[in-house]
């Protein structure tokens, strides 16, 4: 089972659900994990009577919300302690040292810091990840309007000092009008659909799947995404 984790103080609800949905149509069962304060998740994803706790199916995903570590999933789903999730892939959403250190991120295949520019993006995101002495691998997700190399030195200085390598390949989101309409209108009709966002949002995409599952062609990763884009 592969453990992706998606860290950092900026939302990242919607991206996950949309990397999940590519990594299922490539036939992997996925479970996604909100593990934030605000459980976003709660809100864009429609179930039937929610508890505490819960994991629901939705576009072959499943979504979990309101655990603090493995072993509460391990009992909702009536597993033992020695037995493992039945899940290809795994993807945590992550905005705080405790659930770091809870589902033992330091241990994942693929670690994801996402972030904006705006200051309490970028530092309360680092904080989550400021104190491990041990050095933690990690690939940045950076939502930006102009991509400007300056915000991601300011993002160097500003991790200068923390256990952290920095992944070269970053990954860049742009800050548009019309995908995040793309992605509100996705939310009221409760579907993950791909064919209005822009090309750019796509291809970076396809560039957090590629990291999570490098086998798989990216060209292979395209056709997928069409695919789907076809289907919706």
Same mark, same amino acid.
Do not use: C
């Given at each position: 089972?592969?453990?992706?984790?998606?860290?950092?103080? /900026?939302?990242?609800?919607?991206?996950?659900?949309?990397?999940?949905?590519?990594?299922?149509?490539?036939?992997? %069962?996925?479970?996604?994990?909100?593990?934030?304060?605000?459980?976003? !998740?709660?809100?864009?994803?429609?179930?039937?009577?929610?508890?505490?706790?819960?994991?629901?199916?939705?576009?072959?995903?499943?979504?979990? !919300?309101?655990?603090?570590?493995?072993?509460?999933?391990?009992?909702?789903?009536?597993?033992?302690?020695?037995?493992?999730?039945?899940?290809?892939?795994?993807?945590?959403?992550?905005?705080?040292?405790?659930? /770091?250190?809870? /589902?033992?991120? %330091?241990?994942?295949?693929?670690?994801?810091?996402?972030?904006?520019?705006?200051?309490?993006?970028?530092?309360?995101?680092?904080?989550?990840?400021?104190?491990?002495? +041990?050095?933690?691998?990690?690939? $940045?997700?950076?939502?930006?309007?102009?991509?400007?190399?300056?915000?991601?030195?300011?993002?160097?200085?500003?991790?200068?000092?923390?256990?952290?390598?920095?992944?070269?390949?970053?990954?860049?989101?742009?800050? +548009?009008?019309?995908?995040?309409?793309?992605?509100?209108?996705?939310?009221?009709?409760?579907?993950?659909?791909?064919?209005?966002?822009?090309?750019?949002?796509?291809?970076?995409?396809?560039?957090?799947?590629?990291?999570?599952?490098?086998?798989? $062609?990216?060209?292979?990763?395209?056709?997928?995404? %069409?695919?789907?884009?076809?289907?919706?």
């Amino acid at each position: 089972m592969k453990k992706i984790g998606f860290v950092g103080a /900026f939302d990242k609800t919607d991206l996950i659900v949309q990397v999940a949905k590519i990594l299922t149509v490539l036939g992997n %069962r996925v479970l996604v994990l909100d593990t934030t304060i605000t459980q976003k !998740v709660k809100y864009i994803i429609p179930v039937i009577n929610p508890t505490v706790s819960y994991v629901t199916e939705f576009e072959e995903i499943d979504i979990g !919300v309101g655990f603090d570590d493995f072993e509460e999933v391990k009992e909702y789903l009536g597993l033992t302690e020695k037995e493992s999730l039945n899940y290809d892939i795994v993807l945590i959403d992550i905005d705080s040292t405790k659930a /770091f250190d809870n /589902f033992d991120m %330091r241990s994942a295949e693929t670690n994801f810091f996402v972030t904006s520019f705006d200051l309490y993006s970028l530092k309360k995101g680092l904080e989550i990840i400021s104190g491990y002495k +041990e050095e933690i691998p990690m690939t $940045k997700i950076l939502y930006s309007k102009e991509m400007l190399q300056e915000e991601d030195d300011y993002l160097n200085f500003l991790s200068m000092k923390m256990n952290v390598n920095w992944n070269p390949n970053k990954i860049y989101f742009p800050f +548009e009008q019309g995908d995040q309409s793309v992605i509100i209108e996705n939310q009221r009709v409760a579907k993950i659909k791909f064919r209005n966002l822009s090309e750019h949002y796509k291809e970076s995409l396809l560039m957090v799947v590629n990291e999570i599952i490098k086998e798989v $062609k990216f060209s292979e990763l395209r056709k997928v995404l %069409r695919s789907i884009e076809k289907n919706s």
